[in-house]
C-alpha cells in the first residue's frame, strides 16, 4: 500500500508541477498571435485605403465629367452623373465607417496607425 500512496503522491505532484504551465500556455500564445492580427489589420488596413483611392479617383472623373459637360451646355446629361456621385460619396462613407469599426476591434493592440480616409 505504500506504493500506492507513493504513486498518487507523485501524480499529484506531477500535476502540481505541470498545470501552472499548462494554464500560462494560452496566455503566451495570445501574446504570440498579437502580431499576427497585427498583419491582419494591417492587409485590411491597405485594402480599404485601396478602396477608398479608387472611390476618390472615380469621383473624381465623374465630377470633372459633369463639370466638362455642364460647360458645353449639356446642363441635363450632367445632372445624371449626380446619382453616380452620391454613390461614391456612399461608398466612401461607408469605407470610413469599417474603418472605424475595425479601429475599435483592435482597440490598441497594433501599433500601426490606422489610414486617413480622405473625404472627396
Given at each position: 500500500m505504500g506504493t500506492a500512496r507513493r504513486r498518487v503522491a507523485a501524480a499529484a505532484a506531477l500535476v502540481a508541477l505541470t498545470l501552472p504551465v499548462a494554464l500560462a500556455a494560452p496566455?503566451?500564445?495570445?501574446?504570440?498571435?498579437?502580431?499576427?492580427?497585427?498583419?491582419?489589420?494591417?492587409?485590411?488596413?491597405?485594402r480599404l485605403a485601396a478602396a477608398n483611392t479608387k472611390?476618390?479617383?472615380?469621383?473624381?472623373?465623374?465630377?470633372?465629367?459633369?463639370?466638362?459637360l455642364t460647360r458645353n451646355g449639356r446642363a441635363r446629361l450632367g445632372q445624371r452623373l449626380d446619382a453616380r456621385l452620391a454613390y461614391l460619396q456612399s461608398v466612401h462613407a461607408e469605407l470610413v465607417a469599417r474603418?472605424?469599426?475595425?479601429?475599435?476591434?483592435?482597440?490598441?493592440?497594433?501599433?500601426?496607425p490606422p489610414p486617413t480616409l480622405d473625404g472627396f
Open positions: 496566455a503566451g500564445a495570445e501574446a504570440h498571435g498579437a502580431p499576427a492580427i497585427c498583419a491582419r489589420v494591417q492587409a485590411q488596413y491597405a472611390a476618390k479617383n472615380a469621383y473624381e472623373k465623374a465630377s470633372n465629367l459633369r463639370t466638362q474603418l472605424a469599426l475595425l479601429v475599435a476591434r483592435v482597440n490598441g493592440r497594433c501599433a500601426a
